[in-house]
């Protein structure tokens, strides 16, 4: 992060992603959008900006236990 680089505050992001203000402050506070945190306020450089606004990675199917058993008997 540059040291000259603005900071868009909650009101600016929540603008920017048309959401609401506690959507903000709700995804922030569960760790699911990144952000910088300074004393009580949330504070968003144009990086977190982007990596919130990224699609999600395709999400894996976790394996079923046949599954886990049969990998397991393969490698025996």
Known sequence: ?????????????????N???D?????????????????????????NYQAIIAPPAAPQKPRTQRKNIERLLRSA
């Open 23 to 47: 959507t903000v402050y709700r995804m922030c506070k569960s760790g699911k959008w990144p952000a910088a945190k300074l004393g009580r306020i949330y504070r968003f450089t144009e990086e």
């Open 1 to 17: 992060m540059e040291a000259d680089e603005p900071l868009m505050t909650t009101t600016e992001l929540a603008a920017k992603l």
């Open 19 to 21: 959401v609401s203000l």
